[in-house]
């Protein structure tokens, strides 16, 4: 039992890894890709957004699908998508067949990610699922922060294609794997009509409220467009959730969120996730565009501090086992205020240990808050609904991340742009960036930071005011039997 254990975490952390490996290294290529494309950031930026707004759209699809007919079937065919997708994307001849495989891609990691958290609250008793979060969030990661650092050198000395291409590889394996070692768990829910139409308004609520951001200055949009625009996906929202309310076996159960703890830790990992990967998302073009450094060592600059997390993670899931899951979110919260204070005072004469330290903390908050608030929201699950609280868990987080970037890189552009209009011999288009001098473009991170200053209070308050259901699933049957547990609790998995 101890072995199928091992293999089993390992088999879920190789999936997270694989994802999170791949947005690594696709978020340090961004900067080489607008220039040799002479694209804005607001443009390059949409290889990553496409991907998250599909994944968005789809975690509560595969999500309530993963209920119906079982989670692995789920899990191993999002890998094996996620993979086609990549080797497809490596072999792009342009941007716009580029797009359209992230597309692809993302609905891949849509299906992989929602079923994570479900199949560890099904395989894991409660008491061992701290440490499992623990492990999921060091490998993800350290796949985020290898991505950056492999990355940098992959886009320095063999092209920005290969970056998609080197993570084939790595997909074929995790689905061989899945297939393997995951068990077939019975589903709770049969014989249940699913939601299209409810798919289809959430899937259009999103892309409606987030697209504005990005390409409102590409096309050339003016307010009276977005305004239009925003109306139209807050209509949508309305009627999805009008249509939710009525159907009767609706794509997103909405009583779940009356769960007040459920709504608070979701909140606490939306904003959450928004910074962490606001802050990164700029980092490589401060490195680059202030501090001079080529891709391959902005790459290993945001690789080494990031390694904290091999210890965080494991300590935060052992600490929410033990002594309940608000202390570490409480201390990562903590540390996320320091980490973005510190990210506030970069600037072009700050030394790599300073820069060292502000992501060292940044990663350790990561790396604590994570697992302890996947306990949180998993443990006031409904046991029939634990795939659904499972993608919405996941959509909170993902649409974090988009938002992060959207947020953080509309905060950054428009800050230059508005600076740069009187400069002579400044372009306006293209990756006008490159030219922007440095207090400008310093004038961005900045402002970019205040914001993330802001937020972080917010998670504080939110994670302040929630708490873990500690006596969730005791009386459940799990793959994992108590003699197992208690071996796992001795060290010996």
Not at 181 to 193: G, I, M, W
Not at 230 to 236: A, D, G, R
Not at 464 to 472: A, F, M
Request: contains cysteine.
């Amino acid at each position: 039992m101890e072995h199928r254990l091992n293999w089993i975490i390992f088999t879920l952390a190789l999936g997270m890894f694989l994802w999170s490996f791949s947005a690594g290294i696709v978020n340090i290529s961004l900067p080489t890709i607008s220039q040799y494309l002479d694209i804005s950031t607001d443009m390059v930026s949409l290889i990553v957004i496409i991907h998250l707004i599909t994944l968005i759209s789809f975690l509560l699809v595969f999500g309530r699908i993963g209920d119906i007919t079982g989670y692995k079937k789920i899990f191993v065919m999002g890998i094996s998508i996620f993979t086609i997708g990549s080797y497809f994307c490596g072999i792009s001849l342009d941007f716009i067949s580029l797009i359209i495989f992230r597309i692809i891609q993302g609905i891949g990691s849509a299906m992989l990610l929602s079923m994570v958290p479900a199949i560890i609250s099904t395989v894991f008793p409660p008491r061992m699922r701290g440490k499992v979060f623990g492990y999921i969030s060091l490998t993800t990661t350290l796949g985020l922060s290898s991505g950056y650092g492999v990355g940098g050198y992959v886009t320095q000395y063999m092209g920005w294609n290969w970056i998609f291409l080197m993570v084939v590889p790595v997909g074929i394996i995790a689905t061989i794997f899945a297939v393997k070692v995951l068990p077939s768990q019975k589903t709770r829910v049969q014989n249940v009509k699913f939601d299209v139409i409810g798919s289809l308004l959430i899937g259009l609520t999103i892309l409606t409220f987030i697209m504005p951001f990005n390409i409102e200055e590409n096309l050339g949009w003016g307010f009276p467009s977005i305004a239009i625009t925003f109306v139209i996906s807050l209509i949508l929202g309305i009627t999805f959730v009008i249509w939710e309310l009525k159907h009767p076996e609706p794509l997103l159960d909405l009583s779940i969120l009356k769960n007040v703890y459920i709504t608070l830790s979701l909140l606490a990992g939306f904003i959450a996730t928004l910074v962490l990967t606001g802050t990164i998302y700029l980092l490589p073009f401060y490195l680059e565009l202030i501090m001079g450094y080529s891709s391959d060592f902005a790459g290993l600059i945001i690789l080494i501090p990031s390694l904290v997390v091999i210890f965080i993670g494991p300590l935060s899931g052992y600490i929410s086992d033990n002594f309940g899951s608000r202390i570490p979110t409480i201390i990562a919260c903590i540390t996320l205020i320091m980490a973005i204070i510190l990210l506030y005072r970069l600037n072009q004469t700050v030394g790599i240990l300073f820069i060292f330290a502000a992501l060292g903390i940044r990663a350790l908050s990561e790396g604590m808050f994570t697992p302890a608030n996947n306990k949180t929201v998993m443990s006031h699950s409904p046991k029939e609904k634990v795939g659904s609280v499972s993608s919405l868990l996941n959509t909170a987080r993902y649409m974090g991340l988009v938002m992060g970037i959207v947020v953080f890189n509309e905060i950054f552009v428009t800050t230059i742009s508005n600076e740069i209009t009187d400069l002579i011999g400044v372009p306006s288009t293209g990756a006008f960036q490159f030219s922007a001098p440095v207090g400008i473009l310093l004038n961005g991170f900045q402002n970019a930071f205040i914001l993330g200053i802001a937020m972080s209070v917010l998670i504080l308050i939110f994670s302040i005011l929630t708490k873990e259901n500690k006596d969730y699933g005791e009386d459940e049957d799990y793959l994992v039997d108590l003699d197992s547990f208690k071996k796992y609790k001795e060290g010996l998995p």
